[in-house]
């Protein structure tokens, strides 16, 4: 049994972030989700920090940078931990393994990224650093175009599912209304998205603008606790279980129409916990892009293979729907700092738990579920978190 909780968390607003750097971005969040745990910083036994980099940044080796803003952690280990999208599950795992294993009460986990000094062009190609270059760097379009060819061989398997494309989109932008945190604050609407115009030209087709995240600056933090070791605090979203599977690399070794690994994920968590998907309040996934969305409908398995269309349509993963999906606004309006998203993710999960989601506050939200991912479904990370006891 996992007893770790998060106990603390802060959060940068998601965008073009001119004035900051990936120091600074750090040095946002990290003193900040000290203090909302309310402990102090000399606390922390470790810190882990995910960042991806590939390039957007000339500062790599960002393990320490938090030292500066946050000078009582002088002389604590800090890790700097990498999975391509999934980099900030990755630093939370790491986080909660190394909790379990030494005895220790809190670790500081952070996800960050500065992209937007990159051109777009420079951006697709820092992006194929998760793709398997070997094969998949001629890609027309960069990681967009990696899911433009997701999206076409899912729509020659199972038709044409543009209408459920376009509906996920305008779901997220109108949840996304509502995140103070988002990049993106534009209620779009279905036939915006659905249709090709001069403001939604095709980037991959069948993908087009609205169907992709953006390019974004921010940083997300949270303080995870050891529950046996840590104790009594103002609030505790609890840790109940969490799962990572990774695949091939090589898109060619894979079935793209399904993301495996991450059926494999989501089913070990919810044997880990005792659960099933119908206990969950709500689910924050990885909607890099609207194609990506619509297979974690099918691998999370809230529609069958070939069916996801029809949670996207027929509104299942609405806020009021029969299980909301993203009422963040999720990658496509909060924004994808690549290292900043599975922190981001979490907290964003552990504010619905914790009744302290403000404008984004779903009724009766017991239990949510985060799934991160790296690349195309190759990292796969699931978090089932449930309310804590303080």
């Not at 376009?166 to 915006?192: E, S, T, V, W």
């Not at 091939?248 to 070794?253: E, K, Y």
Request: with cysteine; glycine share 10%.
């Amino acid at each position: 049994m996992i007893n770790q909780s998060i106990v603390g968390w802060a959060h940068s607003p998601f965008g073009k972030l001119a004035e900051d750097d990936l120091e600074s971005l750090i040095a946002r969040v990290a003193r900040d989700a000290i203090v909302d745990a309310g402990i102090e910083p000399d606390e922390i036994d470790s810190v882990f920090v995910g960042t991806f980099n590939s390039g957007f940044s000339r500062q790599d080796f960002p393990s320490s940078l938090v030292l500066q803003s946050v000078p009582e952690l002088r002389f604590k280990p800090a890790t700097r931990c990498e999975n391509a999208c999934a980099s900030g599950s990755a630093a939370l795992h790491a986080a909660r393994h190394r909790l379990a294993a030494n005895g220790e009460r809190f670790a500081l986990v952070i996800g960050a990224e500065k992209m937007t000094d990159s051109t777009s062009a420079q951006a697709g190609e820092h992006l194929l650093g998760a793709s398997y270059r070997r094969e998949e760097s001629g890609i027309a379009g960069g990681f967009a175009g990696v899911f433009g060819q997701i999206a076409r061989s899912y729509f020659q398997r199972y038709g044409d599912h543009s209408d459920a494309l376009a509906c996920i989109a305008a779901k997220n932008h109108h949840n996304g209304m509502d995140n103070p945190y988002a990049h993106l604050h534009k209620d779009l609407g279905f036939a915006f998205c659905r249709e090709e115009s001069e403001k939604n030209p095709f980037v991959a087709p069948p993908l087009k603008r609205t169907d992709c995240s953006p390019v974004s600056d921010g940083a997300a933090a949270l303080v995870l606790r050891n529950d046996d070791l840590g104790g009594r605090l103002r609030r505790s979203v609890r840790l109940l279980a969490c799962s990572q599977v990774n695949d091939l690399l090589p898109m060619s070794q894979r079935d793209m129409t399904r993301f495996e690994a991450g059926e494999r994920a989501w089913a070990a968590a919810f044997e880990a916990a005792g659960i099933t998907l119908q206990d969950l309040s709500f689910v924050e996934t990885h909607d890099c892009f609207t194609i990506a969305e619509l297979i974690e409908y099918e691998t999370m398995g809230l529609a069958a293979p070939g069916q996801g269309w029809r949670a996207a349509v027929e509104g299942w993963t609405a806020r009021d729907g029969r299980l909301p999906v993203n009422r963040s606004g999720g990658l496509k309006a909060k924004g994808h700092p690549v290292g900043a998203t599975g922190v981001s993710m979490h907290v964003m999960a552990a504010m619905q738990i914790s009744g302290e989601a403000g404008a984004l506050q779903l009724p009766d939200a017991e239990i949510g579920a985060v799934y991160n991912m790296g690349g195309a479904a190759v990292a796969n990370y699931v978090t089932l978190l449930g309310r804590g006891e303080g």
